[in-house]
């Protein structure tokens, strides 16, 4: 079976199928080698947390996996260890990203949506996606990193080429590789040279001074990770959750007289519709067993996050957006030791846009309907979200 058919357009319809059928399916990945799809919600969240699927692709047979070549410097993050580096990083790093910590950042990122939705003015025409859910994330995880101003919009273009490469460009998400690579270099150089109060700043500090803590290519390889996922999780998230209520407009009413439902929203929000389809790829580290299904040692297993979403044995009638619903569970964000880091972050982000962009606008709607996704088999998002917008109702 060929991942690619059908997934691209309607995935859901093509996942439901797939998860009817069996709960385990042989196929063609996003990079044309062989692996195991598993889409029911049950084995999805238990091999999530299951020590012998690695995310080390030393673990890869011979021959199978092939995916996306990046440098030393840029592969040794979190998305390619096991423990004990992966706990040992996590770790490190973790502290940035509790709860308590996100919540000391809540008014910042007010500030910066508020003067998002100030730049728009009061009615008009807009693509929320370039004007307020793509410049908003990455705006707070540049600030909470210290990336200077002038360089955000480039990183923005390098990650859309690498989550969806364009087929007219086959060379640019290499070139974006190149780029980024340079990039992080010299911002690296940069905060050495003069040290800042921001995370990198912590990090170098941490490399310098007890380099057993942290590798240099780790080092960079964390500041890619942050930069990137803390971006392409949280526009993926924002702009899903808007056109979700855009289509539901009983709900985005009820949400507008209740936004203290807000964050349950957000999680009803990442069921429906993730940012991600699929999890980081995973390889067995002996035969495993899948749903009744034996997966041989070195395969490639890839987990449709998705699709476990949609498990209607785990959420009845699931293809339903419901924003009473008890979405708790859902693994839009992972689970077990890899459940992503930034998760907090990414919330608590989604929840002061949404409530900014209601508070402001009474009138949202759709300015066109012929909405195309991003040609990604791993992410979910909107290439463009065009709205009409009033801040008072006509």
């Not at 101003?149 to 086959?170: G, I, N």
């Not at 992080?184 to 990090?203: H, I, M, Q, S, V």
């Not at 924003?323 to 930034?342: F, P, T, V």
Request: charged share 25%.
């Amino acid at each position: 079976m060929d991942l690619a058919d059908g997934l691209l357009g309607h995935p859901y319809d093509v996942y439901r199928r797939l998860r009817d059928t069996a709960p385990v399916h042989r196929i063609a990945g996003p990079d044309g080698s062989p692996a195991w799809l598993v889409t029911r919600y049950d084995d999805v969240r238990e091999a999530l947390a299951d020590p012998r699927l690695s995310l080390d692709k030393r673990h890869a047979a011979p021959g199978t996996y092939r995916g996306l070549a990046l440098p030393p410097a840029l592969d040794a993050n979190l998305l390619n260890m096991d423990p004990p580096d992966h706990t040992r990083i996590r770790r490190l790093v973790g502290r940035a990203f509790t709860p308590r910590r996100v919540e000391q950042l809540r008014t910042p990122i007010r500030r910066t949506a508020d003067r998002l939705l100030d730049a728009l003015g009061p009615h008009g025409t807009t693509d929320l996606i370039a004007s307020y859910a793509a410049p908003l994330p990455i705006t707070v995880i540049c600030d909470l990193l210290g990336v200077p101003d002038e360089h955000r919009r480039d990183f923005r273009e390098w990650t859309d080429a690498l989550v969806a490469p364009d087929p007219a460009r086959p060379q640019a998400a290499k070139e974006a590789v190149v780029a980024m690579l340079g990039f992080f270099t010299r911002l690296l150089a940069d905060k050495r040279r003069e040290p800042a109060d921001d995370l990198l700043g912590d990090l170098i500090a941490v490399r310098d001074t007890d380099g057993d803590r942290l590798g240099e290519d780790e080092l960079m390889s964390l500041a890619f990770l942050i930069l990137f996922a803390g971006y392409e999780n949280t526009v993926q998230l924002i702009g899903n959750a808007v056109l979700a209520l855009l289509d539901h407009p009983e709900q985005l009413a009820a949400l507008r007289e209740e936004p203290s439902r807000i964050p349950s929203a957000v999680e009803e929000f990442a069921r429906y519709e993730g940012p991600a389809l699929l999890a980081i790829r995973r390889f067995p580290t002996e035969d495993v067993t899948i749903g009744g299904v034996t997966v041989p040692a070195g395969d490639t297993v890839l987990l449709s996050l998705s699709a476990a979403n949609r498990d209607p044995v785990r959420f009845p009638d699931a293809d339903r957006l419901d924003l009473g619903r008890d979405a708790s569970g859902h693994l839009a964000l992972g689970h077990g030791i890899h459940y992503c880091l930034g998760a907090p972050l990414a919330r608590a982000e989604t929840e002061v846009a949404l409530a900014a962009l209601l508070h402001r606008f009474p009138e949202l709607a759709l300015a066109d309907d012929d909405l195309r996704w991003r040609r990604s088999l791993r992410a979910r998002g909107l290439l463009a979200l065009p709205v009409t917008y009033a801040e008072k109702f006509s």
